[in-house]
């Protein structure tokens, strides 16, 4: 199985492919798909689109794990933005007929760390140790988008696991 994770992001977008080989994780490639900020939201937006379209097609990913929208209070505006590329994220797959799963922040962190409210610094910590990286991932949204493919490889497993129980 190839999971794909991504971070989504108006400015940034990471993303990290996770192949599992032996019933373990391993890191295939990561990087980002940068916007110009300078640009308008349908040019960003179609920057996002097609940076995630050629990752699609060159990595071939099994499943997309994406992190769930979140709206804070006090940053509407920033919520609203990543929505926009969450839909081209979405769209892309969608194309390529790959399924999505999403996964909240919280959810995320909590299955690395133990912790739902961990900061960046032991999220890129905790990644490092389960992948065996020789470095801490950065920047932070590469980090960010390998915990979300890591975080669907531990529920896929968990489901994985409570089905052979049950067809016992």
Not at 145 to 152: K, R, S, V
Request: overall charge negative; some cysteine.
């Amino acid at each position: 199985m190839r999971i794909l994770g991504v971070d989504p992001g108006l400015n940034t977008t990471g993303y990290g492919l996770l192949e599992i080989v032996d019933r373990r994780p391993q890191l295939v490639e990561a990087g980002i798909i940068r916007s110009k900020p300078s640009g308008s939201l349908p040019e960003r937006i179609q920057e996002i689109y097609d940076g995630l379209t050629e990752t699609l097609e060159s990595l071939r990913p099994d499943v997309l794990a994406l992190e769930k929208l979140y709206a804070h209070y006090d940053r509407p505006t920033t919520a609203i933005l990543m929505g926009h590329a969450r839909g081209v994220i979405c769209l892309a797959a969608a194309e390529h007929g790959i399924e999505v799963e999403d996964y909240a922040a919280t959810q995320v962190k909590k299955t690395l760390t133990g912790n739902g409210r961990a900061p960046k610094t032991q999220m890129q910590l905790a990644i490092q140790r389960e992948l065996n990286l020789a470095t801490l991932p950065e920047p932070a949204d590469v980090a960010d988008a390998l915990a979300i493919a890591f975080c669907h490889y531990c529920v896929a497993r968990a489901q994985h696991v409570a089905r052979s129980v049950s067809d016992d």
